[in-house]
């Protein structure tokens, strides 16, 4: 049974790597987009624009890539319903990344002949915000159970166009927005929300009274949108991770930007982990409606061989 889920454990770790590093390249890219207007707007895209790139450009192709992989060779049958049923959502998110990396590296040789960064020309900002909402509406479709066994088998806009794909949407990106916020800009230490403290105000409080009110309504989004998942989380095995995340981003509030950043870093990434930890666990042991993660599983020795791959490669 350990080897059957061995390799999943691997891509949720690799998922929470994936929204950790990318996507706060991507919170940075929507910082940009929430700058606003004016020479105090210009300041935060030109702040934001140097925490933007630090891990974009390895990590939305290294991440996925290696979670699909793994997906596609220890299950099978799972990666197949999942890619062909949100095949609309992840296209939307492929495109998103692209464009986003693309903005990057043109406003990076901007950079080169420029004192400001010229990041107001990119398109990375729209692509920032389109990016991870398509892959949180992914997700909470899995999520939701609306991605039934087989090739093209759930309808193609419904499973990710509902009430709870759209809040793990707007959750994605609102994680991701607190991400870029506080991890440390490319070649400057400081996290983006000190940084923006210095030079204008921020609205960094607010922001954070906004993310928990969106965590509560997802709550009640998924009590009344699917009740199995709602119960796993507040009565069922993803309760502690529920607790976890809850408290790391209460702790995260509480310290002082300059004093702990490296301890708030690390409390946004258990949060971040938290949520994807208590997902699973208030999903297990189906994979799929109607499919448990033993049914899903490839053979005895293909599993062996994911196993090590995955760990000869870490």
């Given at each position: 049974m350990l080897l059957k889920s061995l390799p999943l454990i691997f891509v949720l770790i690799g998922l929470v790597f994936y929204m950790a590093l990318a996507g706060a390249d991507f919170g940075a890219g929507i910082w940009q987009a929430l700058a606003g207007g004016g020479e105090e707007g210009e300041r935060r895209r030109d702040i934001a624009h140097q925490r933007d790139g630090a891990g974009l450009g390895g990590q939305p192709r290294s991440g996925s890539s290696s979670c699909s992989t793994v997906m596609w060779t220890a299950y099978p049958v799972a990666l197949g319903s999942i890619a062909s049923t949100l095949a609309a959502a992840l296209l939307i998110a492929g495109v998103g990344i692209i464009v986003a990396r693309c903005g990057l590296r043109a406003a990076q040789r901007h950079d080169h002949g420029r004192a400001s960064s010229g990041a107001s020309t990119a398109p990375s900002p729209p692509a920032s915000v389109v990016a991870p909402f398509a892959l949180g509406a992914a997700i909470g479709g899995i999520a939701s159970g609306r991605v039934p066994v087989g090739n093209a088998a759930g309808h193609l806009i419904s499973s990710w166009v509902n009430a709870t794909s759209i809040l793990t949407g707007a959750l994605a990106v609102v994680f991701s927005a607190y991400l870029g916020a506080i991890y440390p800009q490319r070649g400057l230490g400081a996290p983006l929300r000190v940084r923006a403290d210095r030079v204008v105000p921020h609205p960094c409080a607010r922001?954070?009274?906004?993310?928990g009110a969106l965590a509560i309504a997802g709550l009640v989004v998924l009590h009344e949108d699917e009740h199995r998942l709602y119960h796993g989380l507040v009565?069922?095995?993803?309760?502690?991770?529920?607790?976890?995340?809850?408290?790391a981003g209460a702790g995260r509030s509480r310290w002082s930007p300059l004093a702990a950043m490296r301890p708030a870093?690390?409390?946004a990434a258990l949060a971040v982990a938290a949520v994807v930890a208590g997902w699973a666990l208030a999903q297990q042991p189906q994979i799929l409606p109607g499919l448990t993660v033993s049914q899903a599983a490839a053979s005895h020795a293909t599993l062996v061989a994911v196993v090590i791959a995955v760990l000869a490669g870490a």
């Amino acid at each position: 049974m350990l080897l059957k889920s061995l390799p999943l454990i691997f891509v949720l770790i690799g998922l929470v790597f994936y929204m950790a590093l990318a996507g706060a390249d991507f919170g940075a890219g929507i910082w940009q987009a929430l700058a606003g207007g004016g020479e105090e707007g210009e300041r935060r895209r030109d702040i934001a624009h140097q925490r933007d790139g630090a891990g974009l450009g390895g990590q939305p192709r290294s991440g996925s890539s290696s979670c699909s992989t793994v997906m596609w060779t220890a299950y099978p049958v799972a990666l197949g319903s999942i890619a062909s049923t949100l095949a609309a959502a992840l296209l939307i998110a492929g495109v998103g990344i692209i464009v986003a990396r693309c903005g990057l590296r043109a406003a990076q040789r901007h950079d080169h002949g420029r004192a400001s960064s010229g990041a107001s020309t990119a398109p990375s900002p729209p692509a920032s915000v389109v990016a991870p909402f398509a892959l949180g509406a992914a997700i909470g479709g899995i999520a939701s159970g609306r991605v039934p066994v087989g090739n093209a088998a759930g309808h193609l806009i419904s499973s990710w166009v509902n009430a709870t794909s759209i809040l793990t949407g707007a959750l994605a990106v609102v994680f991701s927005a607190y991400l870029g916020a506080i991890y440390p800009q490319r070649g400057l230490g400081a996290p983006l929300r000190v940084r923006a403290d210095r030079v204008v105000p921020h609205p960094c409080a607010r922001h954070r009274r906004r993310r928990g009110a969106l965590a509560i309504a997802g709550l009640v989004v998924l009590h009344e949108d699917e009740h199995r998942l709602y119960h796993g989380l507040v009565a069922g095995d993803g309760l502690p991770a529920l607790i976890v995340s809850v408290l790391a981003g209460a702790g995260r509030s509480r310290w002082s930007p300059l004093a702990a950043m490296r301890p708030a870093r690390y409390s946004a990434a258990l949060a971040v982990a938290a949520v994807v930890a208590g997902w699973a666990l208030a999903q297990q042991p189906q994979i799929l409606p109607g499919l448990t993660v033993s049914q899903a599983a490839a053979s005895h020795a293909t599993l062996v061989a994911v196993v090590i791959a995955v760990l000869a490669g870490a």
